[in-house]
């Protein structure tokens, strides 16, 4: 499938013509059963998600910096 644009538009016009541009693409996706990812907001966090990836970060320091105390990269 192709899709062409052939628009000229007047200053401060651009943005009716993107819309229409977005909306053609999101309906040659649609109609190809491609859908678009939709936005979400985490009010929340989970102490125990940040609780482990500190801590794997943590780990990771440490195995670097027994890798360079023995020589290693």
């Known amino acids: 499938m192709e899709l062409s644009f052939a628009f000229m538009t007047k200053p401060d016009h651009q943005s009716v013509v993107r ?6 693409i999101q309906q040659a996706f649609a109609a190809n ?3 678009f990812a939709q936005p ?3 009010v929340g966090n989970d102490e125990r998600q940040a609780a482990a990836a500190a801590a794997n970060v943590i ?3 440490q195995q670097k910096a027994a890798q360079t105390a023995q ?3």
């Open 71 to 73: 020589g290693g990269e």
């Open 33 to 35: 059963g491609i859908n």
């Open 19 to 24: 819309r229409r541009a977005y909306t053609m």
């Open 59 to 61: 780990s990771l320091a």
């Open 40 to 42: 979400t907001v985490q």
